[in-house]
């Protein structure tokens, strides 16, 4: 069905996590006829394993409706996108490709910090906002107080606040009616070269990259030689269709349409999300704005387990890269555990998301060591360098200083948890900046904070304070020097360099002692003592010991003379002592863990 450029409508769902974005999608899905009631099942959009058991979104999904509004038939492309802090880059990206925005609010949990995010990111690029309550069928909502929140953000009547209900399907209906009436048509001139953005894409073996595209000029035909503008590489697709909500081909996309193009190409460098398409004959002038490249902030090293899958975790994480562009990677070795890579993640949950992707979908056994940030480094000699892991960082007679990355933190909190959630921020190194009640019940406290602090366990911790209530946010300010050092931990003297972390000179001894305790835990007993410290430079400031395995030799011995029991006894003494100088201990993947873990059970 061909319809005219003022009948198409492009949206994205916009939300803090758990506020029922993917519920509403669902139902809009089933209005508009667009799944076969059969094959409904919830969370229509979260194609992935992980997506379903989580509940959370972690890919942007696009997806063609056709809509029947007095008399006229409207083709409606929703782009559902995700909601944790870690997938903005996602959101961003899915915004790039529409001209309106749904921001869906919880009505008895109100504005949280993603719900701000995402809305000022939607405002950014000119979108067109429908707000809508959600959940009013929940004993604890609160509608028209959540309404009157949404309605002084955006300077709006409250009246214009849509209430409904997704899981039970009320007012649904008045939410498509609004994406007709208040989302404007896509702007774009049919006959003018072509321009498609990509906003997505993913790897097909047989098909190559498929690229998710919104055409903003001209005409994307099956049979046009096409090019990627910043790449220059040229192909001929092998389909062309749209998403309903799996890939149907129809051989063309017009302009404001959003669809997938399948460009056979092999290399994942070739087709890059941002990347302009254009006709190889007659090509565009000037490509479309890209996206802002979005820089980690978290780094890890990634290990395979068996060194012989060196070559397929590589392969892997190209193709991730291709569906993920905030995964950046980079070869690095390790003495401990040889080959692997350095990765860099927005978070630690995008971080989990890569590892169980890893092993789920590429079938890799692999091993992640602990986390931390970039750091710059000054030198003595007034050079400047980025270090992404403890490993990289210069003897210490030849740093300066050390500067770490600093956030500004927003936590919004009911105010009953204002005490504990300070407490949480302060004994993190927090700064405290502001404190603005947003009514009675609900306030913002700001803080400006180490990255490195609220990396690995803070958002569980500030979950645990608040009993689920409290949302947090947080955006880079800048790098500020810190008094810090790298605390190497030595297994049987000899220091493993993927268990070293850089730490605030004040807690390097709290943490080298929970640390070397927690190592003694994880550790196997072998067949000689096994000393396990923590050390600053070459001073040990904390040191656990391993007990050895005492493999009974007297066993055999029933009486007999003392000096046969002394000479095995001599004799296991010696075995022990060469194991000592030669015995190699393997370290587990709990003790690589262990680091991650230190701070919950402070």
Not at 161 to 183: C, F, M
Not at 254 to 262: C, I, L, S
Not at 584 to 600: D, G, N, T, W
């Amino acid at each position: 069905m061909t319809l005219k450029q003022d009948h198409l409508r492009n949206f994205s769902i916009i939300a803090h996590v758990d506020h029922g974005k993917s519920t509403l999608a669902d139902r809009l899905l089933e209005m508009t006829g667009t799944v076969d009631p059969r094959q409904m099942q919830e969370q229509v959009l979260d194609s992935m394993d992980l997506e379903r058991e989580r509940g959370v979104t972690i890919k942007a999904s696009p997806v063609r409706m056709f809509y029947e509004y007095k008399g006229d038939v409207y083709e409606l492309n929703l782009i559902d996108t995700p909601g944790h802090v870690d997938f903005t880059y996602e959101v961003s990206r899915a915004l790039a490709a529409c001209e309106g925005a749904i921001l869906v609010v919880d009505a008895s949990q109100g504005i949280e910090a993603q719900t701000l995010a995402n809305l000022f990111l939607a405002l950014e690029n000119d979108l067109e906002i429908i707000p809508v309550v959600n959940k009013i069928d929940l004993p604890a909502a609160q509608p028209d107080l959540v309404a009157g929140e949404i309605a002084n953000l955006l300077g709006i009547d409250a009246d214009e606040v849509l209430r409904v209900s997704a899981k039970e399907g009320i007012n649904v209906d008045k939410v498509l009616e609004a994406v007709v009436e208040r989302i404007p048509p896509p702007r774009g001139n049919p006959t003018a070269p072509l321009r498609a953005l990509v906003f997505d894409s993913q790897y097909d073996p047989y098909k190559g990259v498929v690229a998710s595209v919104r055409v903003v000029d001209g005409v994307l035909r099956m049979g046009d030689m096409l090019r990627m503008m910043s790449t220059g590489a040229d192909f001929e697709p092998l389909e062309v269709g749209v998403f309903a909500p799996d890939m149907r081909p129809t051989g063309e996309l017009r302009t404001g349409e959003v669809g997938y193009v399948a460009t056979g190409l092999k290399s994942v460098r070739d087709a890059r999300v941002g990347d302009t398409i254009t006709l190889a004959a007659t090509p565009a002038r000037d490509p479309l704005p890209g996206y802002k490249h979005m820089k980690p902030m978290v780094f890890a090293g990634i290990y395979p387990v068996e060194s012989d899958d060196y070559n397929a975790l590589r392969d892997a994480l190209e193709k991730l890269q291709l569906n993920d562009a905030a995964l950046v990677f980079e070869p690095e070795t390790s003495q401990a555990l040889g080959f692997g890579f350095r990765a860099g993640f927005l978070g630690m949950f995008h971080m989990e998301i890569v590892q169980e992707r890893l092993e789920r979908e590429y079938g890799l056994d692999v091993l992640f060591t602990a986390p931390s940030v970039a750091y710059k480094v000054l030198t003595t000699t007034g050079e400047e360098i980025t270090i992404h892991s403890p490993a990289q960082l210069p003897e210490p007679t030849k740093i300066e200083e050390i500067r770490e990355p600093w956030v500004r933190l927003e936590i919004y909190t009911p105010v009953d948890y204002i005490g504990p959630l300070m407490d949480l921020v302060m004994k993190r190194r927090g700064v405290f900046r502001r404190q603005e009640y947003l009514d009675q019940r609900r306030v913002l406290l700001e803080y400006d904070i180490p990255l490195s602090e609220i990396l690995v366990d803070f958002y569980n911790e500030l979950k645990a304070r608040s009993r689920g209530y409290a949302s947090m946010d947080y955006h880079f300010l800048e790098y500020r020097p810190g008094d810090l050092v790298k605390l190497d931990i030595l297994v049987a003297g000899q220091p493993v360099d993927a268990l070293s972390i850089i730490v605030h000179r004040d807690q390097a001894y709290r943490k080298g002692q929970k640390l070397v305790s927690k190592m003694k835990e994880v550790i196997p007993r072998q067949l000689f003592d096994v000393p396990i410290q923590a050390a600053i430079g070459k001073k040990v400031i904390s040191r656990a010991n391993v007990k050895a395995l005492r493999k009974d030799v007297l066993a055999k011995c029933y009486g007999g003379d003392v000096t046969r029991k002394r000479k095995l006894l001599e004799k296991q003494k010696r075995g022990k002592k060469r194991l000592k100088m030669i015995g190699h201990v393997e370290i587990p993947q709990e003790a690589f863990m262990s680091v991650l873990r230190l701070e919950e059970e402070s």
